[in-house]
């Protein structure tokens, strides 16, 4: 299968470090595969360490030719555990739901790669998990690994062996699809306009096996923490670029090119900006308009449809999947608990 060449990103040592200890397990020397200072990279004692992704691309692909096996993606993802996942891996077995996990995810990917998003999609009987790349190409190393870890990490959350889901991949069918029925257990389709899982929407109730609310809490705080800290990080110029954005809402016009003319820089100059900083371009929109969204939200005199169009949807149903996509509720849910909240506030109920 030819790969797509990946653009700019980086991954956290965490993540690459699934790879290398898959290799180990099975005898093989990951030394004999990538140089030194990467190999010493992923396995640091911090496992935030940002990984370019070229270059565990290059390593994954490496690993592909050594060991001969063109299905190491999907079981290097059926490998995972939740060290592999960073700080987010022990949040998720502390939460209560798998619909929380999807949503804790979803939060504070950020926090352990740059190059995927996720959106959830619930219907009466089917729910799906998208997997959206932030570049135009999908890896198919990365979306075979995406979704073969995250459901056999679900399994292992749940304890629950016998979950099956469907898989969608956009690359074209290979010769043997023999480990994609045996890891998924549901229907495997290929050349799909979409990367996605899809599962019974009852999966989303499942309770997650060692639930812990105290230490829910306190590793959400960490990770709400940590996000904050990745703002104060923000170079300048992704500053004046969300404040450029944040008067550009509602006029649709929030491409690249008319953010570039504003700050007086030629396109390719801030995209490569936003590429030095690790960010892409829809990325940075995103967070503007995630951020926008909340605060319209809190205001009950503001309807969901004036909502969607101060942030520069044309329509509303866009805006809800991104919001989803966001926070992993619907906006009328958000905007119901947040005024409950107010109103208990004010009522002196909390």
Known sequence: MTQAEP??????????????????????????????????????????????????????DAAIVATGDAHLPLKVGESYKPRHYGMLGYLAMACGTLHDVIAMMGRYERLTDDINDSKLV?????????WLPASAKASPT????????????????????????DACFEFPRPRDVTEYARI???????????????MPTDYLDLRIAH????????????????????????????????TVLSLKLASGRCTLAHA?????????????????????????????????AERHLRDPRVSLAEVAFL?????????????????????????????????AVTAGRL
């Open 7 to 60: 653009e700019g990103g980086k991954i956290i040592a965490a993540h690459a470090r699934a790879l290398v200890d898959y290799l180990r397990g099975r005898g093989v020397d990951p030394a004999r595969l990538v140089d030194a200072d990467l190999l010493k990279a992923i396995e640091s004692d911090d496992a935030r360490t940002p990984i370019p992704l070229r270059r565990w691309q290059a390593m994954f």
């Open 311 to 343: 942030l520069g949807y044309s329509e509303q149903s866009p805006f809800q999947h991104a919001f989803r996509r966001w926070n992993g509720e619907s906006p009328g849910a958000y905007r119901r608990r947040v005024v409950a909240d107010v109103n």
């Open 260 to 292: 570039a003319q504003d700050l007086r820089l030629a396109p390719r100059t801030l995209q490569r900006r936003l590429d030095q900083a690790s960010l892409s371009f829809r990325e940075v929109l995103d967070d503007v308009r995630r951020s926008h």
């Open 184 to 198: 998924f257990g549901g229907n495997v389709r290929f050349d799909q306009p979409a990367t996605r899982l899809v």
């Open 122 to 130: 619930v219907g009466k009987k089917h729910a799906a998990v998208h």
């Open 211 to 242: 639930s812990d609310l105290h230490t829910h809490r306190v590793l959400q705080e960490q990770a709400e923490s940590m996000l904050g800290q990745r703002a104060r990080d923000e170079p300048d110029f992704v500053r004046e670029l969300k």
């Open 142 to 165: 990365m979306s075979q690994l995406s979704l073969s870890g995250w459901i056999c990490f679900a399994r292992l959350l749940t304890d629950r062996p016998d979950l099956r889901a």
